[in-house]
């Protein structure tokens, strides 16, 4: 079973757009795949309401009393959606659940400054994997073309972490995210851009 965790102690970066977007593209690609919210807020889990049983099907944790909440038995990917401020002993022990942790981050020095102490922990234990792609950061409603696009890799060239992708600030995001969809459940024509965007993070979430 593959995990992915998104995570980013900051909040507004954009961590259940990722982690909707992504589970959406795993379920359309027929896995067996299980969104799992471990925010406060349950944005996520609001998302997998909204959703049409029509669409490709996403779990949600498996609720027994008496037991802790886990994946459903066959979950081939779980895509985990973190909280905000996630740090210490509660990251410590959702990184042991991760197989890849999937950073977003958006291009101001405000996101930069409050991610930073972050992305050590993550090199730190990216380091103790030996695992050069541990760790991927996603930029957040970043035309790569821009200035802020160039600060935001200067950023993270100390880090040694590589932006995996750039995607785009779109209505395709709010549109799907209002009606439990990703931009994968949308036609190819309406997403083709989007879709273009993700094909970096995707070739990398299909490493093996």
Do not use: C
Not at 183 to 193: H, V, W
Request: no cysteine; charged share 25%.
């Amino acid at each position: 079973m593959q995990t992915f965790l998104i995570a980013n102690p900051k909040g507004g970066v954009g961590k259940s757009t990722l982690a909707t977007n992504l589970v959406g593209y795993l379920a359309r690609a027929g896995n067996r795949v299980m969104l799992g919210d471990i925010d406060r807020q349950q944005s996520s889990r609001e998302w997998l309401k909204l959703r049409s049983a029509a669409l490709p099907p996403i779990a949600s944790w498996d609720m027994a009393d008496d037991r802790p909440a886990k994946p459903p038995k066959d979950t081939t990917h779980v895509v985990l959606d973190s909280p905000a401020g996630l740090h210490g002993k509660k990251l410590a022990q959702v990184l042991k659940q991760a197989n890849r942790v999937i950073v977003p981050l958006q291009a101001s020095i405000f996101d930069i400054l409050a991610t930073r102490d972050f992305l050590q922990q993550l090199t730190e234990e990216k380091s103790l994997r030996q695992h050069e792609t541990f760790v991927a950061i996603v930029a957040m409603r970043v035309d790569p073309r821009t200035r802020a696009a160039g600060e935001l890799e200067r950023f993270l060239v100390d880090t040694g972490l590589p932006v995996i992708a750039h995607l785009r600030d779109t209505q395709n995001y709010v549109q799907t995210a209002a009606h439990g969809m990703s931009i994968f459940d949308l036609s190819s024509a309406r997403s083709e851009k989007d879709r273009e965007q993700w094909q970096p993070l995707l070739a990398w979430v299909n490493q093996t």
